[in-house]
Structures are given as structure tokens and as C-alpha cells.
């Protein structure tokens, strides 16, 4: 089976530019979930959903975030304008009540913003 | 607040060898779950296992057990004869609001290297 799937697996952009990521859960997950990774913060809760509705986004950092899930098996993270400081690798994971306990990770998206 | 600390950054241990990796945790609910994960220099997350703060016994799952004090707020990480291959980063980490999904609160991580 095929895990989550996250693309670009590596972005470089210029300050200013608007960035998408992407993430495919595993089918038949309905929890999605988006981290942010870096040296200084470690990994952070951006956002997840159930079922589609976004549940807690107390972690999305400003308004320049902001993320959809427009169906079961796609969600977005987007950054408008991106600035330098939103360098980092960002994981998509999803998961499911019969795997209650563990969250499948994406293999992640390196950002880096000059 | 909610919050999980691993006082180690890093951790050496020579091949063969069991090594303990530190968490402990805070929290105020009376049921939420401890995870491990394991981080490779290729960057995936790897999950290794999870226990229950009502479980009655320390999760076990292959070379992996989690020693779970209640009492003292600790989960630590037990890796019985260690392989070259288990050389990467070890994140403690808790979701509280038992019986929701909600969300892992991370640790910093623990860097473990395992020598041959």
C-alpha cells in the first residue's frame, strides 16, 4: 500500500513568492494532520482535520498560512507571501481509528525560502 | 500546559548494547498517550511505539519497550541490542484529550549513535 504522499519533496523559493505543498493521505485515513520541523522550534502542529473539516489550526503561524482539504485524499498547505523564517520541512501524516494510536508520516517537504 | 522533555541530545551506545533514552512529560489530563518515533537522516518519521496512560503494562514491540513510571511522568525508550541501523534522532512525544485524535506535542529529540 502506498503511504502518504507528499510532493515537492523539495522546494526553493524567493522571498515574496507564494508556495503550495501537497499531501495524498493513506486511503481510508480520516485524520490529516500538518507539521512544521526546524532546529529552533522542533516539530510543531500546524493544522488537521477530520473527515475533510479542519478541527485545530492554533498552530498555523499567521495569515500567511492557511490550508484546505477539499476532499478525502488531497489537502494543502499554502504560504502567501513566503518569507525566510518559513524554512523548514514540512510533514504531512494521516490516520485512522483503526490505527488509533499511530500517525503515518509523509516523508516530508525541505522548504527553503531565500 | 502541556509539554514533553528529553534532556538528552544526544546519546552514544556501542553495538549490541541496550541504551535508555529519557522523556518526561506534563500534563494535567488524567488520559492521554506517549508516543515514540524514530527520525533517520533520510527525514521520515517512523513510529515505534505507544502506551496508554491507563495501561496496566509497559508497551513492548520487538527490540522497543517503553518503561512507563506514572508516578514520576516518564516514558522512556528502551532499545535492547542495538543495531548500526538504529543510529538517528528519537522523538518523545503526547497527545493528551484521550479518546480524541487531537494532536502529538513533540519533544526536542534525542540524536543516538550507535557505534560498531
Known amino acids: 500500500d502506498a503511504g502518504v504522499i507528499q510532493s515537492p519533496r523539495h522546494e526553493v523559493t524567493e522571498m515574496g513568492q507564494e508556495v503550495t505543498l501537497r499531501c495524498k493521505p493513506i486511503s481510508g485515513h480520516d485524520y490529516l494532520f500538518w507539521y512544521r520541523q526546524t532546529m529552533m522550534r522542533g516539530l510543531e502542529l500546524l493544522i488537521y482535520f477530520n473527515n475533510n473539516v479542519p478541527i485545530d489550526d492554533s498552530g498555523m503561524p499567521e495569515d500567511r498560512f492557511s490550508a484546505k482539504m477539499p476532499n478525502a485524499s488531497f489537502s494543502t498547505l499554502k504560504i502567501q507571501p513566503s518569507e525566510p523564517r518559513d524554512s523548514a520541512v514540512y510533514f504531512c501524516?494521516?490516520?485512522?481509528?483503526?490505527?488509533?494510536?499511530?500517525?503515518?508520516f509523509g516523508p516530508g517537504t525541505r522548504l527553503t525560502v531565500l | 500546559a502541556q509539554k514533553i522533555t528529553q534532556t538528552q541530545p544526544g546519546m552514544f551506545v556501542q553495538e549490541k548494547e541496550a541504551v535508555t533514552l529519557d522523556c518526561t512529560y506534563d500534563?494535567?489530563?488524567?488520559?492521554?498517550?506517549l508516543f515514540w518515533y524514530k527520525q533517520p537522516s533520510s527525514g521520515e518519521m517512523i513510529f515505534l511505539i505507544y502506551q496508554g496512560s491507563y495501561d496496566q503494562q509497559n508497551a513492548t514491540e520487538g527490540r522497543y519497550s517503553l518503561n512507563f513510571q506514572k508516578a514520576r511522568k516518564s516514558a522512556n525508550l528502551v532499545i535492547s541490542a542495538s543495531q548500526l541501523g538504529d543510529s538517528a534522532m528519537y522523538f518523545c512525544a503526547m497527545r493528551a484529550r484521550g479518546g480524541s485524535q487531537g494532536n502529538l506535542i513533540f519533544g526536542k529529540g534525542t540524536k543516538l549513535s550507535v557505534k560498531p
Open positions: 501524516a494521516s490516520s485512522s481509528p483503526s490505527h488509533y494510536n499511530e500517525q503515518f
Open positions: 500534563t494535567s489530563d488524567p488520559s492521554y498517550g
